[in-house]
């Protein structure tokens, strides 16, 4: 279904909307006719026209499988790390796991760029041993590069260019090239060494911007060599990193300014909470009437933060029924998640789309327990207040 942007929703898993931009089918639509032609020739006159249509459709529905899989894997590390996957989409140049916010430790990073590459390596050596074991060692060296040959059948070259395909994609991933998976493992290491994530990011996006210039001039030399296919998708490769890149280093300064400032260092340690079992009426007289909020953190009777309560939840509770009805039992289950660790880096807020959306961030221990609030006009006070390299900001 069409969710806005020029995307379609395919699925969800576990809230994570899988979707697909509209430049995916560009793609796929070319993969499908490349390979067609190549399996005729593999197959030979005899096949028809339908039997490599049919592995050419196979082959490029494994091969984007391959990719969800990839995002898959920095998805679940990083909903293990405490990170939010908003949705996985897959578009022209691959596929994106979009993170709720930036990793708040080098080891998360590490892990969760590491995931990705880690899925494909297995993928490459899971689809060479099915190859393998259909063809042969001799028979498979030449379906790795979809070549006729004795005894090379569809199976074989199928396996064989799946598994060729996820290898070039994993040496791809892994070049030190900020945004990529390699250049966020690169940052990864010079955060851990440096200890200033700022410097390390503005390290790994000058490296991606190196490696965005050397892909645009591979792109002229394919051009200027006439194979204009892969000269122009180098160069749409080497802007879109070398544009990445760039949008880093410049909000480098900008993280380095309140390095090692934690949320805790900044936020408020007097939330005004709403406990669970509070009746929705009382709720709506002592809170919402009083303070003219349209919503409240809520709270369990150990202090533990459930989610949000929002003034149209409360409304829409008939009035007959507000005093049967608890504010636990009116917290919007989505925002249960709708928090942050006090020790975390204050730059881990920097891309949180969530306090962008309620201006204002509840802030846990590490038993969930809410122990403050950080709004969006103290995260800009902290940035305004922090001196940079040359004197105050």
């Given amino acids: 279904m069409p969710s806005g942007g020029g995307t379609f929703t395919l699925f969800r898993v576990r809230g994570i909307r899988v979707s697909v931009d509209w430049t995916w089918f560009i793609v796929l639509f070319l993969v499908i006719f490349w390979l067609g032609d190549s399996y005729s020739a593999v197959l030979g006159p005899d096949a028809g026209s339908v039997e490599p249509f049919l592995f050419a459709v196979l082959s ?3 091969f984007f499988s391959s990719i969800l899989l990839h995002e898959f894997g920095h998805a679940i590390v990083a909903l293990r790390n405490g990170i939010g996957i908003t949705s996985i989409r897959l578009w022209i140049f691959g596929g994106v796991a979009e993170m709720d916010r930036e990793s708040d430790s ?31 060692s001799g028979n498979f060296q030449e379906g790795l590069i979809l070549r006729p040959g004795p ?5 074989s070259a199928m396996f064989g260019w799946l598994a060729a395909v996820n290898v070039i994609v994993l040496v791809f991933n892994l070049l030190p090239a900020f945004p990529m998976d390699g250049g966020r493992i690169t940052r990864a ?17 000058t490296l991606g911007q190196i490696f965005g210039y050397i892909f645009i001039a591979l792109g002229i030399v394919f051009l200027v060599s006439g194979v204009f296919g892969s000269g122009i998708w180098f160069i749409l490769i080497g802007i879109l990193i070398t544009g990445a890149a760039r949008a880093a280093a410049v909000q480098s300064p900008l993280i380095e300014r309140i390095e090692g400032v934690t949320i805790s260092d900044v936020m408020d340690p007097h939330p005004v909470a709403v406990p669970g079992s509070l009746p929705a009426v009382m709720a709506a007289d002592d809170y919402f009437h009083r303070y003219g909020w ?38 919007d289950d989505s925002t249960s998640g709708y928090h942050v660790l006090d020790d975390a880096p204050l730059d881990s807020l920097l891309g949180n789309p969530d306090i962008r959306k309620f201006g204002a961030m509840m802030v846990t221990d590490h038993t969930d327990r ?8 103290q995260l800009g006070r902290a940035l305004e207040d922090r001196p940079t390299a040359s004197g105050p900001a």
């Fill in 106 to 136: 080098p080891s998360t990073e590490f892990k969760v760029a590491v995931a990705g590459p880690i899925v494909t390596a297995v993928l490459g050596v899971l689809f060479a041993v099915m190859g393998l074991l259909v063809s042969g």
């Fill in 294 to 331: 349209s919503w409240f953190p809520v709270i369990a009777d150990d202090g533990r933060f459930l989610g949000i309560l929002t003034r149209d939840a409360v409304e829409a509770v008939p009035e007959v029924s507000r005093e049967a009805t608890t504010v636990a039992e009116l917290v």
């Fill in 60 to 62: 490029a529905l494994g």
């Fill in 189 to 205: 290491i010079a955060w851990k060494v440096t200890g200033k994530r700022g410097s390390a990011t503005r390290f790994a996006a």
């Fill in 370 to 377: 809410l122990i403050g609030v950080i709004t969006v006009e």
């Fill in 151 to 155: 005894g090379v059948d569809g199976f």
